[in-house]
């Protein structure tokens, strides 16, 4: 089946500094990809869509200037938290559909973030 | 607003019984619905999906039934097994993925 990764897999950092994740469809282009936010007991939360060429579309509620997203090929997508507080600490997934119009959702093992 | 509602937080049952979970959606119509399982620290992993016109769809021991009337779906594990314990996610959607939209997940617990 479809492989999708991420990059790190856990990350710990001071507060106010910046934080990339990577998000990679292994075996398949995605000229789609999501990020979702899970808090400890809570469900996934869909933060944004990444599309490969073009802007992200964020949900709302969610701040496009602390969460850049960017879709720069067709396999990889990056997440960066600007200036994280301990707030923003949570478990960050990325998913893909595998190709176009293929309902199902494969998604990357997750990053947790740990801002101190 | 959409609504989706997983029957209960947690679940214990004991090995060898069947798991019945549900999910149920208001201000919503579906074209599909799927459920993941999720492990502590892990992503969801796809299981079933589900469309509008069919009323079961089966996968080994799994089951799931589709019930646009009730706005239900149950997700059954038979012949439960300790491996099965995990956080079984139900998600509907429209057409093509989009408004994918999860539950707030069953916490399963199968007792040896």
């Given amino acids: 089946g479809a492989v999708v990764s991420q990059h ?14 990577e998000c990679r469809s292994l075996d398949f282009q995605a000229t789609t990809m999501f990020w ?3 808090f400890p007991k809570q469900s996934l939360m869909l933060m944004a869509t990444s599309n490969e060429g073009s802007k992200a579309t964020y949900e709302q509620g969610v701040e496009k200037d602390k969460f850049l997203i960017n879709h720069a090929s067709l396999t990889l997508s990056t997440l960066t938290v600007t200036s994280a507080h301990p707030e923003d600490s949570s478990f ?6 595998p190709r176009q119009g293929r309902e199902t959702q494969y998604f990357g093992p997750g990053t947790r973030l740990l801002v101190l | 607003s959409q609504k989706i509602e997983q029957n209960s937080e947690a679940l214990n049952i004991q090995e060898g019984k069947t798991a ?15 459920w993941y399982r999720q492990d502590p620290g892990r992503g969801p992993v796809f299981l079933l999906l589900i469309r509008e016109n069919e009323k079961e769809k089966r996968k080994e ?8 009337t009730l706005k239900q779906s149950l997700f059954h594990i038979t012949a439960s097994q300790p491996a099965d314990s995990a956080t079984y996610l ?23």
Avoid: E, H, M
Wanted: proline share 9%; glycine share 6%; aromatic share 14%.
């Fill in chain 1, 92 to 97: 960050y997934i990325c998913s893909a559909p």
């Fill in chain 1, 8 to 21: 790190p897999s856990w990350v710990i950092c001071k507060s106010g500094t910046s934080v990339k994740i």
């Fill in chain 1, 36 to 38: 979702y936010r899970q």
């Fill in chain 2, 20 to 34: 019945t979970l549900t999910c149920n959606y208001t201000n919503y119509s579906p074209a599909y619905l799927q």
């Fill in chain 2, 61 to 68: 021991r799994l089951k799931v039934t589709f019930d646009t």
């Fill in chain 2, 90 to 112: 139900c998600a509907p959607s429209d057409n093509y993925g989009q408004n994918f939209v999860f539950g707030p997940g069953t916490r399963l617990s199968v007792l040896p």
